[in-house]
């Protein structure tokens, strides 16, 4: 297993952008799909988009494509979300994940403790 922490969280006013590093311990980092979710204040977690262990695939949410970037750097054991023209609706806790994917289903075996996002309007 890995260990996650998330940092960069922070408020933003609409139409702005801010990047979101999760640094991972461990020496198995290359070999794990990263993943992003996010909780909105009184709302389920819900997926954001994720990426392969090579950095070669991404998937995303489709409330988030086109504004949002998941990439990793192997060689520093992180992953990032670049989260560009954010809106309100965006306000969330940001939680990064490792896991396995396995065809249509990912298994998320760790989770970071997540960071916070504020979009103000």
């Known amino acids: 297993q890995v260990q996650l922490v998330e940092s960069g969280g922070g408020l933003v006013q609409a139409g702005g952008s801010l990047s979101l590093p999760c640094a991972a311990s461990?020496?198995?980092?290359?070999?794990?799909?990263m993943g992003w979710s996010r909780q909105p204040p009184g709302k389920e977690r819900e997926f954001v988009g994720s990426i392969s262990a090579s950095g070669a695939r991404t998937v995303y949410a489709d409330s988030v494509k086109g504004r949002f970037t998941i990439s990793r750097d192997n060689a520093r054991n992180t992953v990032y979300l670049q989260m560009n023209s954010l809106r309100p609706e965006d306000t969330a806790v940001y939680y990064c994940?490792?896991?396995?994917?396995?065809?249509?289903?990912?298994?998320?075996?760790?989770w970071g403790q997540g960071t916070q996002v504020t979009v103000s309007s």
């Open positions: 994940a490792a896991g396995k994917y396995y065809g249509a289903t990912y298994k998320w075996e760790s």
């Open positions: 461990g020496r198995t980092f290359s070999s794990y799909y």
